[in-house]
């Protein structure tokens, strides 16, 4: 296959660039580059602050186990903070109109694979929901959520459920770690139990 071939019609690089103008949500190929380089700044600055959410959360943890608070009140001082960031994600992707944690572009994509195979499109969905909901969040799902469940009052609702149980887990998994890291550390030292 000649370059032409892979560039015009059917080929490889046509069929990426089609995937990739869908996820953007750009028809027009000349603004392509410059908006796939936005978005990929926005969204790897998300996905870092992301990870240091993480360690501020698994500090905040460790400080509060430490201060011998109980696992219910951790769950749900973790759970009103992940309310508040997921209501700021939501607010900041309206207000900027970059999608940095690319929710629109994956419904662009499932939308468009829906319209070819309703099954894949179905499972697409179904893997997205799964992944960003143990991941990503509330604030991602309500945006990838947004256009295919109208009511406003069900989307708060999946909204504080989806929060909810995602911080049950985080909550459990910290406070797991807390306790078999102090364990370890009190049976390691000198003077710690046995």
């Known amino acids: 296959m000649t370059w032409a071939q892979c560039v015009e019609g059917g080929g490889v690089i046509s069929r990426l660039s089609g995937i990739v103008r869908t996820f953007m949500g750009i028809e027009d190929r000349s603004v392509l580059v410059r908006q796939t380089g936005i978005l990929a700044v926005a969204a790897l600055l998300y996905r870092q602050l992301d990870w240091i959410l993480v360690a501020l959360t698994a500090s905040l943890v460790a400080i509060l186990k430490y201060h011998h608070v109980s696992h219910l009140h951790i769950f749900f001082l973790l759970w009103m903070g992940n309310l508040l960031l997921s209501w700021g ?21 499932v939308n468009r694979a829906a319209g070819r195979s309703r099954s894949l499109g179905w499972a697409l969905e179904a893997g997205f929901i799964m992944g960003i909901s143990l991941w990503a969040g509330a604030g991602p799902l309500y945006i990838f959520l947004r256009e295919r469940i109208p009511s406003r009052s069900l989307l708060v609702f999946l909204l504080f459920a989806v929060s909810g149980i995602q911080m049950a887990l985080w909550a459990g998994f910290f406070v797991l770690g807390y306790d078999s890291l102090s364990s370890l550390l009190a049976a390691a030292l000198p003077g710690g139990r046995s």
């Open 89 to 109: 994600v939501i607010v900041c992707s309206q207000k900027v109109q970059v999608d940095f944690t690319l929710s629109n572009g994956w419904r662009r994509l």
